[in-house]
């Protein structure tokens, strides 16, 4: 059985730094494409980054926020610099075999993880 499970959302103020972290079990970690979304309210879910032998990253987010995967570990991370409260949101990581250059599409994931809350004041 997959599981996903997010940690390291929370409270913070405007500029400050987070790192996500998504831990993954009962899978072949190392052949599936990660991809972090994020979904605010009353909003679509809307594509962070995603990983797989590269990376790509949003242009909302580009040169802020960082994505990277320990395949020794099993665990993909989100690195998230100079937050701004527009970054508030619910973050949700994913898991999928499509190519990395489909990781934009919430519909090429097959596992979600619960989620983890990230909220940041002005």
């Known amino acids: 059985q997959v599981q996903l499970v997010e940690s390291g959302g929370g409270l913070v103020q405007a500029g400050v730094s987070l790192r996500l972290s998504c831990a993954a079990s009962?899978?072949?970690?190392?052949?599936?494409?990660m991809g972090w979304f994020r979904q605010a309210p009353g909003k679509e879910r809307e594509f962070v980054a995603a990983?797989?032998?590269?990376?790509y990253h949003a242009d909302s987010v580009r040169g802020r926020f960082t994505i990277s995967r320990d395949n020794g570990k099993n665990t993909v991370y989100l690195q998230m610099n100079s937050l701004k409260p527009e970054d508030t949101a619910v973050y949700f990581c994913a898991a999928g075999r499509a190519a990395l250059w489909l990781g934009v599409r919430p519909d090429k994931y097959d596992y979600w993880g619960q989620g983890t809350q990230v909220t940041v004041s002005s």
């Open positions: 009962g899978m072949a970690f190392g052949s599936y494409t």
């Open positions: 990983v797989r032998d590269s990376t």
